[in-house]
């Protein structure tokens, strides 16, 4: 899947939450802070009551939302969406208007000044922790700066002051947008870089011949299923195929007529083991094994009864030469018990397909399950 820049996704919400609500400690703060300075709440008791009231419970709502993320999340993706965005964009409108209602009162001037040093950083402050989103770093600057800016303007309070305020609202959004494309541009890297590491991990549990499993990795799902299988006392079974005189087939139409025959066995081995709980794998040169799960002696037996059958029909044409080979397998299913070992699973297979050979070739032998 390509890399989506600007989609708010589940990642980038939860990214924004942790990064902007925290602060609502310090709003919670810095409000108490403001209030108090020169005795400020004590002549505008009215204002401070509901200025401090909407900021706790917008606060307590933020957090709440914060820390049950997950759990709103799986109750609804676009209700969390929803209300987390409105929920930035009420706190900083609560404290743009209480940030005008300060500017409208030029004799609180201890008050003001404190309160231009707080909105100065706060404003700062969620505009960084926006920068995944630009525009909700645009707004939340506009409802931060702009109602104490329009007031002033239209009562034609320290304009100096309004200049300054406007320029910053200019500024911030500036420097938003830089801080937004760093951040995306940070993501697609590492979305690159998720891209190549699983592309190397699938190089390295791949047969770059046949496409199919390697041995290695084979002998890793073997070990996890093997374990699994005694753990649930369910059956688990191995089929080794090697293709009968695989060497004429190189030796007469080259090794190119070789490896080409080698994906066809591939690709029909791929369409008869076809459930999730399959696994096939190129063992070495022309040997090829399958891990079957929870199949039983009889259906396993089948199995290979059928792969050995689909390869003896299978005509390769090339190059005008048709090529036709067939398969002997070993064939093994058991219930693993505490005292066995996966290897001797594997030793069985094999053995089957050593006598396999041993009997005339194109045939299946399979090892029985001692008691």
Known sequence: MGFQRYKINRRILEDLE??????????????????CVNGFYKRHIEFSVV???????IAAFRLAQFYLFRTLYAFSRKFNYLAFFASVYATSLIWGTGFGYFMFHPEENASQIVMIASTVGLTAGGVMAFFPAWRVSVIYTILMLGPAAFLMLLHRINPPLVFLILLYALYLPVMALRGNREYWNALENEHDLILKNEEIKKLSRTDGLTGLYNRRYFEEIFSMQWKSALRNQSFISLIIGDIDHFKKINDTYGHPAGDA?????AALLSGILKRDTDFIARYGGEEFVALALNTGPEETRLLAETIREEI??????????????TISLGAVSCIPRIQDRKEQILKKADDALYRAKKKGRNRVVFHAQEN
């Open 18 to 35: 942790q990064r902007s609500t925290p602060g609502m400690y310090f709003y919670l703060i810095i409000t108490a802070v403001v209030l």
């Open 51 to 57: 200025f401090a009231s909407a900021m706790a419970i």
């Open 261 to 265: 025959f080698l994906q066809e066995i």
């Open 312 to 325: 003896e029909k299978m005509r390769l044409c090339l190059n005008s030469e048709i090529l036709q080979a």
